[in-house]
């Protein structure tokens, strides 16, 4: 990942939001927090810190290891909070997972599954791009550096990387091929690079067939 930070820790990935001009713009938004992850547009918040995927956020207090909130208003004592989304006025909330808006409406499930076409031969284009594109090893080495996996999730854009975030790398990249028209052995995405890249070669030149490897 391609990350700019500033000096109280807080970092933002220029993957995360498109451009690094927007990244730095949304970690210059940042009041009063530190260590957190891909934040944005927070202020009057208190205390936050180690908190991800945030936004809009005002008048918390005391945040810790939030995930994926946005639109959150007159927090108090959050902590283990993930995929919050307008709230208000929500108090004590200690080791809440999966909240959408009110605690008490229903979930509306996970994310959307995106889908890549032509995904064999975008994925093989942008992994044997030299040098070293292509790292089975990692998911996300840097920016131009990914996994099989990573890469499928990298060319879905922000759909794909909120799905990474709510399922992982290996089955959120598995959901992006069947969603593409491919049914892909997970097994493939513990090839090696050569490996990988000659598979990937493969289908890329003989198309898209429905199946599995």
Known sequence: M??????????C????????????????SLKNCEGCIDCSRCSDCSDCSDCSGCSRCSDCSRCSDCFDCSGCSGCSGCSGCS??????????LYGKTDLKGNPESAWNGPPAVPKIEGIHK???EAASV??????????????TTHSRGGWAVHLAGEPGYA??????????AQQIYRESGYAINPCRFFDSNEDALADMKRLAEQGNPEGEL
């Open 122 to 124: 975008r994925i093989y």
């Open 13 to 28: 990935s220029v993957e995360f939001f498109g451009t690094r001009e927007a990244a730095q713009a949304a970690l210059d």
């Open 2 to 11: 391609n990350w700019i930070e500033d000096a109280r820790g807080n970092k």
């Open 130 to 143: 030299p040098p070293e594109a292509l790292e089975m090893g990692s998911s996300h080495s840097c920016g």
């Open 163 to 172: 799905l990474e975030r709510f399922h992982g790398t290996l089955l959120a």
């Open 83 to 92: 995929g919050c989304s307008d709230c208000s006025n929500i108090e004590q």
